[in-house]
């Protein structure tokens, strides 16, 4: 199992940028996909973006491409998610997860971090 902790949400205005960060601790994300879901206040949790850690294959929902970008840290074993353009219809709680296999579906994701609140003001 690998531990997760995220980091970096708050409260922006439109049009602002944000960059989230998700650690890993307890072992690397080698083979493993990490992904980061939303979930606004009643809504289901969907899918933001996910990269897979040993290619650096990355995936977006539409509704975010060309705004937000995932990236990686070998380094520092964490997973970013710059979040630029930011629509009041962006605000959610963000969560990172990671999985063995790349999925969108986060019922396949059983590693999950606490969650950050993203608020986008308009």
């Known amino acids: 199992q690998v531990q997760l902790v995220e980091s970096g949400g708050g409260l922006v205005q439109a049009g602002g940028s944000l960059r989230l960060s998700c650690a890993a601790s307890g072992r690397s994300f080698r083979n493993y996909a990490v992904a980061w879901f939303r979930q606004a206040p009643g809504k289901e949790r969907v899918f933001v973006a996910a990269?897979?850690?040993?290619?650096?294959?990355?995936y977006y929902a539409d509704s975010v491409k060309g705004r937000f970008t995932i990236s990686r840290d070998n380094a520092k074993n964490t997973v970013y998610l710059q979040m630029n353009s930011l629509k009041p219809e962006d605000t959610a709680v963000y969560y990172c997860?990671?999985?063995?296999?790349?999925?969108?579906?986060?019922?396949?994701?059983?590693?999950w971090g606490q969650g950050t609140q993203v608020t986008v003001s308009s």
């Open positions: 990269i897979k850690w040993n290619v650096g294959n990355t």
């Open positions: 997860a990671a999985n063995v296999f790349y999925t969108n579906y986060h019922l396949d994701y059983s590693n």
